[in-house]
């Protein structure tokens, strides 16, 4: 890609609850130097996101009221095109992407933009990657979405995992189990937008995963048994089952199916091992414990298909409207915690993946904000291009970056800092 263009990052959807605070990040982390431009569909809304963080930060490598201001609507091809064509590479705030990033990305493949989004929503990328992946590997673009807590964790944990079992132990990845022992986050209304999406899409994988969850309460234990390693280790679970390693129940996780489908799918690209495969579960505290969070998050996802419960939601603010979310300090005193057990043929190592901010937009902006930077400025021959997991695309690189940035990522022989329960870990945290 030439290094004539006008802006190094683009941040469409600038106005946005996520994309406000990515600005502020690429503000506070950037090189100097940096190029950012602020873009989105309303100007007004616009230079008042510009004033108030130009207000609001001093002292920082890039100035925020220097930013330029590009305007267009999300379904014009033809403007989306004239405005990616000035940037290195569009950072996507806008979701749900099923009904506005399409001809983004388009844009971008066509005048050799590259590109990452926040997005969960796994058959649109793969739609954009049937459409789309030829045409950016001709042209060396690089589209690489779900670069949010949707699905780095999951993604770039099974990257390390596979690594490790590669370099060190000479193996390839059979399975890697995946969970999610201690978390406090909020949500913001675009996010919920973007899931209520999410899920009038995989109605079928839902229903799976419910009934998967009905048949394992009446054994959970004895569902460990189907596929083993060399370790005697097991490769599928129910939905509600017994963790031997963690000494835990574990019941249903909200984001499993997304990041099981996306880093099977990086593994199946990078070639992590025959047959590989990623499982995803939460902790809980006992097994009731376990069936009231599976069945609380199904009973919520169920009051938000539906427009009349939703809006009732709304009223009552139950839950957050698209454009709200979280403030700054729940943010802060957020965090996530994600044990991984790896099987290879002959034994079992571990990983684990943790942030110290809430997870779905303290670690999601520092997340998205590094691939952002390592896409403009650590793009080498490594890196893949088409429309890919970011695992795929940036792999080492990216993995490197939030390392750096103090993101936990690590891999042993041995369970990696036995894990506290959430509430416990929050309290610590406060202190």
Known sequence: ?????????????????????????????????????????????????????????????????????????????????????????????????????????????????????????????KKMHRELNDEAVRKNVHIASMCGFDCIPADLGCFMLAQYARDELNQPLQHVKGSIVGIRGGVSGGTLATLVNQISVEKKLLWRKLKSMVSSNSGARRSAGRQRNGSGKSFQRGVIHYDDTLQRWQTFWIMSMVNSQTAGWAGRTLNYGPGFSYSESMSAHNLLHAIGIAIGLLYGLLLMMFRPTRYILYALRIVPRPGEGPGEEFTRNGFFSLHMEASTASGTFYGKVSGTSDPGYGETITYMGESALCLAFDRDKTFRPGVYPPSVIMGAALLRRLRDKGCQFDVGRAPIAAVAIASDQGSKKEK
């Open 1 to 125: 890609m030439s290094d004539n263009r006008k802006y190094d990052i683009l941040v469409w959807g600038a106005t946005s609850f996520t994309g406000t605070r990515l600005v502020e990040y690429l503000a506070l982390n950037s090189p100097p130097g940096t190029r950012v431009a602020l873009g989105g569909r309303n100007k007004g809304k616009l230079e008042g996101v510009k004033q108030s963080l130009a207000a609001k930060l001093s002292n920082v490598a890039i100035d925020v009221g220097a930013m330029d201001i590009v305007v267009g609507d999300s379904a014009d091809l033809e403007r989306l095109c004239e405005i990616v064509a000035q940037t290195k590479v569009v950072a996507s705030t806008v979701g749900p992407y099923t009904a506005y990033g399409s001809e983004l990305v388009r844009a971008c493949v066509a005048k050799g933009a590259d590109y990452c989004d926040i997005t969960g929503e796994f058959p649109w990328v």
